[in-house]
């Protein structure tokens, strides 16, 4: 790869983070992709480059998120009756180090964009899929119905992130005295 592509690879990457910051923050209506282009220290057009409209950079920002989830999903390795609980701590791992991009796609079914929603129901449905997939593989009983409850924790997880209201951690109060 040439520097310059390195750069524009780069620099696409900026805008990915900054767009999933200002989502996060002020939602797909607020955010423009002027605040976009200004956080990056870019013009406008310069996004355009890359991302020919606002709905667009968004479900790029989404798309990144959803790999980065199914990526975790699909790392996360301990003995079968464990599982559960290792691809739980991969999710608050990412909810620690890409906590704007996680919480946008959690909550992103909620922006009423048809391509959004589509895009959510295509992802999370993929989502599902490898979480069953990883759940039957080690021999996990109803291992769709695990996957569901999985995957709807991972809701309350986000819900709870979203609001700043601990208490509807699952484990609130379980490690000790600064998890409140």
Not at 6 to 34: D, M, P, V
Not at 112 to 140: H, L
Request: proline share 6%; charged share 25%.
């Amino acid at each position: 790869m040439s520097p310059k592509e390195e750069e524009s690879k780069n620099r696409k990457a900026e805008i990915l983070e900054a767009a999933a910051a200002l989502f996060a923050e002020s939602g797909y209506y607020k955010t423009t992709t002027a605040d976009v282009a200004r956080a990056v220290g870019v013009t406008q057009p310069y996004v355009f480059h890359f991302f020919k409209s606002k709905e667009q950079l968004y479900l790029a920002v989404l798309d990144n998120a959803y790999e980065k989830i199914l990526h975790a999903f699909n790392t996360a390795e301990a003995p079968p009756e464990q599982l559960p609980e290792a691809m739980g701590k991969a999710f608050a791992d990412l909810l620690a180090t890409h906590r704007n991009e996680i919480l946008l796609v959690m909550m992103s079914y909620a922006t009423p964009e048809d391509a959004v929603r589509q895009k959510c129901q295509e992802r999370f449905d993929t989502v599902y899929e490898r979480v069953k997939s990883r759940f039957e593989q080690a021999g996990i009983p109803d291992a769709a119905g695990r996957a569901r409850d999985f995957i709807g924790q991972g809701m309350i997880i986000s819900l709870a992130e979203t609001l700043n209201l601990p208490k509807l951690l699952p484990w609130h109060g379980k490690l000790g005295p600064d998890c409140d």
